[in-house]
T-cell receptor, first 114, second 115 residues
């Protein structure tokens, strides 16, 4: 296992369409995080999973966003009815432990909504 | 609320100069963790260091060193003899497991090392 992988790397979609991103964490990691990063800003927390349980969601995660982690392995992040403001880099990270260890990030999925 | 401040938006240095990136944090807890990440132009965040709140020893790793001072809530990062490959955006992050299980990132400092 070489690290966290995300797919696709780039996605261009029309406003109003639904998109889904996938994240495969480092295999033994029990925690999985989703972050969003816009140009010139630091990553902003969206949600995280402890194994298959989604334990925390940010207020940034509107009803149009949903994330799953079936069986505690890979995770998907879906955005419904995309808006131009959803254009950003979506980052996935994984870690061991209880928030006291470093997270390892994937290369991200860059979403452009036109 | 958790907050991480990186007051330096951009820094430019000439190769071989030393440079210090500042990080100031706010926390409600006595147990917390601090991190530095590097984001090169390729975009992937690369973990550099983790420090817990009970360990104030400074750390050196090659050309990198970190100065953690609880009295001033700072966790500064120094690159000695900078190189062009150090050019990147550097993020400081805070984790407070008692109050939330996520990492809070600062806005980042863009470092440009000129040849």
């Amino acid at each position: 296992d070489t690290g966290v992988s995300q797919d696709p790397r780039h996605k261009i979609t029309k406003r109003g369409q639904n998109v889904t991103f996938r994240c495969d964490p480092i295999s033994e990691h029990n925690r999985l995080y989703w972050y969003r990063q816009t140009l010139g800003q630091g990553p902003e927390f969206l949600t995280y999973f402890q194994n298959e349980a989604q334990l925390e969601k940010s207020r940034l995660l509107s009803d149009r966003f949903s994330a799953e982690r079936p069986k505690g392995s890979f995770s998907t992040l879906e955005i419904q009815r995309t808006e131009q403001g959803d254009s950003a880099m979506y980052l996935c990270a994984s870690s061991l432990g209880q928030g006291d260890t470093e997270a390892f990030f994937g290369q991200g999925t860059r979403l452009t909504v036109v | 609320a958790q907050k991480v401040t990186q007051a330096q938006t951009e820094i430019s240095v000439v190769e071989k100069e030393d440079v210090t990136l500042d990080c100031v944090y706010e926390t409600r807890d006595t147990t917390y963790y601090l991190f530095w990440y590097k984001q090169p132009p390729s975009g992937e965040l690369v973990f550099l260091i983790r420090r817990n709140s009970f360990d104030e020893q400074n750390e050196i790793s090659g050309r990198y060193s970190w100065n953690f001072q609880k009295s001033t809530s700072s966790f500064n990062f120094t690159i000695t003899a900078s190189q062009v490959v150090d050019s990147a955006v550097y993020f400081c992050a805070l984790s407070e497991p008692s109050y939330g299980q996520n990492f809070v990132f600062g806005p980042g400092t863009r470092l440009s090392v000129l040849p």
